[in-house]
């Protein structure tokens, strides 16, 4: 049998899969089982079914059905257009400009170019989180072809100005430069509007399960311009830049998950999201917020309680049934401090004292103060016993 939390605060990890999603996923799973490249009426209904999910979710993205591309997920869009596009330039004209924010799935393809020859440059953020447009445009040369920075940030919740950005590579190009723009969209497509042809957003990565949907689907936006090839081979689907027979049911789930997105507002996970942080600020004054003062992600909370482990706190609530994170997901299991949180000019012991606490659709407000109830409690507790054992009191 397995043990579900009881109260899910994890959102930013993986989202559980919503009632419709799910039943779209069944209808197609067991009725369209064909390969969507037979010629026979099966592999068409399936081929159907698969442009249908393809429109959806491009046209949520006010992108054409023919400019995206899917995949097995939000890691696999980041190396696809990465690796995709890098490696198609020649030696002469290799230079990214990324940032130290990044999800490992766009830091360790670049580190992946690094060994084959490729030069990057990381530029970091601010302490308010956000990624300065004047540090990106330092940081680009002639020989940069790609710009990659994330749309909003998977800890912090903190939004990235990617419409500067976009505009800012968008005139390089006008002006002669082969250079793209790639921004991984994983975390705030669905959450925050997205519009990528006026921000001038040339790749743009998405993942399913991040918005109520199965794991291992997701979708890579491909301007029509942008010369991509495939990092794979094996066959020519996916217009020869994904090869691989299409996970169909996967994109029926994934087209059904984005439909339900325009079905709950913003505004009420912000709701929950600042009601949290109102009752932890008010009982523990000292608490520090990341990134309150910048445009941020509705449902994300990224806390330091100052003389309180983080991963003490995401046992604490484990054991009382509720669902939160310390630094990434990816990264948990280590004792590794936040790469993010560390980029933004925290020092080691107040990363190590961060929690993450992201909200979603089936959270209520009693959830949510249930949580908050726990949280103060924990982290009291917590600098009780931490302040004892060092002999000093850290309020
Ligand atoms: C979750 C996440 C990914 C990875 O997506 P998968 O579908 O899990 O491979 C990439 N980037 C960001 C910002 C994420 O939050």
Known sequence: MYFLPLLYFDHNATTPVAPEVADALDGSVRQVWGNASSIHSAGQIARQQLEQARRTIASFLRAKATELVFTSGGTESNN???????????????????????????????????????????????????????????????????????????????????????????????????????????????????????????????SAHKIYAPKGVGALFVAKSVPL?????????????????ENVPGAVAFARAVELCASYPASFIAGLRDRFEKQVGDALPDVQINGRSSPRLPNTSSVTFHGASGEGIVIALDLLGMAVSSGSACSSGSTEPSHVLLAMGLRREEARSSVRFSFGRYNTEPDVDALADSVIKTARRLRKSSAKEAHVVTG
């Not at 081979?233 to 020869?240: I, M």
């Open 229 to 245: 090839r495939g990092i794979q081979f094996g066959g020519r689907h996916e217009r020869e830049r994904r090869a691989g027979t």
């Open 80 to 206: 696809i257009a990465i690796l995709g596009l890098v490696r198609g330039f020649t030696a002469a004209r290799k230079h990214i400009v990324t940032t130290t924010i990044e999800h490992p799935a766009v830091l360790e393809p670049c580190r992946q170019l690094e060994r084959e020859g490729v030069e990057v440059s990381y530029v970091g953020a601010g302490r308010n989180g956000v990624v300065a447009v004047e540090a990106i445009r330092a940081a680009i040369r002639s020989e940069t072809v790609l710009v990659s920075v994330m749309h909003a940030n998977n800890e912090t919740g903190v939004l990235q100005p990617v419409a500067a950005i976009g505009r800012l590579v968008r005139e390089l190009r006008e002006a002669g430069q082969t250079i793209y723009f790639h921004s991984d969209g994983v975390q705030a497509f669905g959450k925050v509007p997205v519009d990528l042809n006026a921000d001038a957003i040339d790749l743009y990565s998405t």
